[in-house]
């Protein structure tokens, strides 16, 4: 692998659980403030209370949001983990990290906000739904790539 150090899939996991954590927090603090509109908590929230049969109240919501965000976000760690291994390159390679970064934008907006119900780009959850994902996504993998450097 080149560049420094080879990493473990629990290095990159972990890296990406931080980066879903100020994820998750800009998202809680844009949402009260009245800057982000389609709150990924609340999304991810009622989706899965949704698939389970369970009304909620905002408490609840919000707590399977953090579960069902920070396991997501694991998940796409190891997805990092896995396609810099199969690139054989270093998990901090910018260019793969920003296309990285920049795929899993796309996927929100034309997988995942349709499939919990907020349409195509999220235009249900808020107009501004896929200018929101895209600082939350930058975010993301600067905040990936800043913890990355832990290890």
Known sequence: M????????????????????????????????GMIKANLLIIDGK?????????ARPPLIYAAGIIIHLATSAVFGAGYYIITRLLNVHPLNVVVLT?????????MLFVALPV????????????????????????????????????
């Open 2 to 33: 080149e560049g420094g150090t080879a990493m473990t899939v629990i290095d990159v996991i972990s890296a990406a659980v931080i980066a879903g954590i100020a994820m998750a927090v800009l998202t809680v603090i844009g949402y009260q403030t």
């Open 47 to 55: 989706f899965a209370l949704n698939l389970a049969g369970i009304r």
């Open 116 to 151: 919990a119900g907020q349409g195509l780009m999220g235009r249900n959850a808020a107009a501004s739904a896929w200018c929101e994902q895209l600082l939350l996504h930058a975010v993301f993998g600067v905040v990936l790539w800043a913890a990355l450097t832990l290890f």
């Open 99 to 107: 296309a990285y970064a920049f795929f899993l934008w796309l996927a």
